[in-house]
């Protein structure tokens, strides 16, 4: 159901933007999230927009640097990643947001229920 692709090696400081692709009907009623997973290390919420796209939030590393878009035309979620640094080296996965309101759940890799394949991102030193 869901595709996460756009990883891959940049530098420190350097760009990247990841995709999430999704097959699911009226995707435009899901909240969608970006989690990472560090190697040896657990998976931590890095970003989520909202059915609505004026409502988003973020984790509070990548906050100032990393931005978060939806186009529900071609259901998909972006994940502009700017001023990468080594910390942000992991793998990138999406989630569809089960739950009706945000709260701490939205943030815990344990509440989504599938992940799909996830994008490497590895940033050099």
């Known amino acids: 159901q869901l595709q996460a692709c756009g990883g891959g090696l940049v530098q420190t400081g350097g760009s990247l933007t990841l995709s999430c692709a999704a097959s699911?009907?009226?995707?435009?009623?899901?909240?969608v999230s970006w989690f990472r997973q560090p190697p040896g290390k657990e998976r931590d919420f890095v970003a989520a927009?909202?059915?609505?796209?004026?409502?988003?939030k973020y984790g509070d590393s990548v906050k100032g640097r990393f931005s978060i878009s939806r186009d529900n035309a071609k259901n998909t979620v972006t994940l502009q990643m700017n001023g990468l640094k080594p910390e942000d080296t992991a793998v990138y996965y999406c989630?569809?947001?089960?739950?009706?309101?945000?709260?701490?759940?939205?943030?815990?890799?344990?509440?989504?229920?599938?992940w799909g394949p996830g994008t490497q991102v590895t940033v050099s030193s």
């Open positions: 927009i909202g059915q609505r796209v004026n409502i988003k």
């Open positions: 699911v009907r009226a995707f435009s009623n899901y909240d």
């Open positions: 989630g569809l947001y089960p739950q009706a309101f945000w709260g701490p759940a939205l943030t815990r890799a344990s509440t989504y229920k599938s």
